[in-house]
């Protein structure tokens, strides 16, 4: 049966129904219809977009923007010339702003599965049977599907003795769209959500206590540049305890109390629990078509994103890998590919990853721990941003570009920044790495001046020891 033969059975079948509408389920849909498909996508919420667009990368970025602007407004317009008095901040104006990039995104993938041609079921989508989906929602219905995928992403994960009640003691989602600025939150992991959301509270007013149970923040990142980060983020008014494990937190009307080990008990407003995110399984009925978990409680697929049952893939955070929305993007274009030309590829040795605090942490490639693990020889270099021009200019000088090459061929095995636009950097990095260039390739590509780019170019330098500029 061609791609386009699924139709003649009735307007529910489909060559590819995708369970979620996030960036790994609506990227796979919109490209599989690129590609030929009848294409169908069910979504539970109203909005499209998934975790990442509605309660997550967004508007978290929003509220980052929004707070920094308000941060040089009370703190650093002043050195640049230019007095402000009475800096008021208006929360109510700044979460419509959230809201409204949110809603304007979501539109705008409405607009694509339009464009594209592609079905939208509103409802949860549950297997009841080979190749057939039940669709529960305002208006129930059975859909058909020669290819499933299921791309239903994560929510967050909670810790025991801090159970989540919706209010005081949250997620993410719930930090999102706090009514106030608290006067003192206690921020538990400090990941990448962690340190954005206490940043973003932080500058805005709040006291901001991070409790990490590992000896250090940003787990995963360069050691090196997960040190220095910490060190910025105490200066930038974060209170960054690591090696802290909590016991116990308690909601108590207006407040709450945290227990951590060998410290006195914690007093504050409200508790962030960002610990990590679990994979979203639960009722898709998987035991229906015999898919299977593995003991991490992710799908187990194979090298093309299939699973155990016949015509079922997976992609996103339910399978193995990093939980980034990036990540997941990557994936459901290479399904789609695979499906419809039996070719399709992800690199996961170069999914970057960003940390959007001021000064932003990236990374791309292997970190200096894991070349040592590995047991492969390196080069390094280095170069501060305090020796950048552009950096001076823009009054941010916090960090440094660090370059890892293969001691043999000089490829570049990883990149790793701390400092300005860091999350902009990393993606020159990570195209040459894709092409297999070598620190000298960096180094001999002209770099405009004066941009926070050619910290890059030095770093490469750094590696051959012929820094310019240090």
């Not at 002043?78 to 979501?106: C, E, F, P, Q, Y």
């Not at 974060?238 to 108590?252: K, T």
């Not at 991490?296 to 093309?304: A, L, T, V």
Request: negative net charge.
């Amino acid at each position: 049966m061609g791609l386009l033969g699924m139709r003649e059975n009735g307007m529910n079948e489909h060559d590819l129904v995708v369970i979620g509408a996030g960036p790994g389920g609506y990227v796979a849909a919109i490209r599989a219809a690129q590609l030929g498909m009848n294409v169908a996508c069910i979504e539970k919420e109203a909005e499209c977009g998934g975790t990442c667009l509605r309660v997550g990368c967004i508007p978290s970025k929003a509220l980052l923007e929004s707070s920094e602007r308000y941060a040089e407004a009370v703190h650093d317009l002043a050195a640049h010339g230019v007095a402000v008095s009475d800096v008021r901040l208006d929360l109510d104006t700044m979460m419509r702003r959230k809201d409204g990039i949110v809603s304007g995104l979501a539109k705008g993938i409405d607009g694509l599965f339009r464009k594209h041609g592609i079905t939208r079921y509103v409802g949860t989508g549950r297997f009841v049977g080979p190749g057939r989906v039940q669709v529960d929602g305002p208006e129930p219905v059975e859909v058909r599907g020669r290819h499933i995928l299921i791309a239903t992403g994560s929510v967050p994960a909670s810790l025991p003795d801090a159970p989540f009640d919706g209010d005081r003691i949250g997620s993410s989602t719930e930090a999102l769209r706090y009514p106030e600025v608290p006067k003192h939150l206690v921020v538990i992991g400090a990941g990448y959500i962690g340190l954005e959301l206490g940043t973003v509270w932080a500058r805005l007013g709040a006291r901001v206590t991070v409790l990490e149970y590992l000896p250090r923040i940003l787990p995963g990142m360069d050691a090196e540049l997960a040190l220095a980060a910490q060190k910025v983020f105490r200066k930038r008014g974060l209170d960054i305890r690591v090696a802290s494990r909590v016991l116990g937190v308690e909601a108590n009307g207006d407040h709450c109390t945290v227990e951590v080990e060998g410290s006195n008990p914690m007093e504050c407003d409200r508790v962030l629990v960002a610990v990590g995110r679990k994979p979203y399984t639960d009722g898709l009925g998987l035991e229906a078509v015999g898919v299977e978990l593995n003991e991490k409680g992710r799908i187990r697929i194979d090298e093309h994103f299939a699973t155990m049952a016949d015509g079922v893939y997976a992609i996103g955070d339910v399978v193995d890998g990093p939980m980034l929305a990036h990540k997941a993007e990557e994936e459901g274009v290479a399904f789609a590919e695979q499906i419809a030309t039996g070719a399709g590829h992800v690199n996961y040795g170069l999914i970057p990853g960003v940390c959007y605090t001021q000064p932003e942490v990236a990374s791309v490639g292997m970190t200096e721990e894991a070349l040592k693990e590995a047991d492969i020889a390196y080069r390094k270099g280095s170069f501060p941003f305090v020796a950048n021009g552009r950096a001076r200019s823009l009054g941010h000088t916090e960090g440094f570009v660090k370059v890892l090459a293969d001691a043999g061929t000089d490829r570049v095995l990883g990149v790793h920044i701390l400092g300005a636009g860091a999350g902009e950097l990393i993606a020159e990095a990570g195209a040459a790495m894709e092409f297999g260039a070598t620190s000298e390739d960096l180094a001999r590509t002209c770099h405009a001046h004066p941009t926070l780019s050619e910290a890059l170019r030095e770093a490469s330098l750094a590696v051959d020891e012929r820094t310019i500029h240090i």
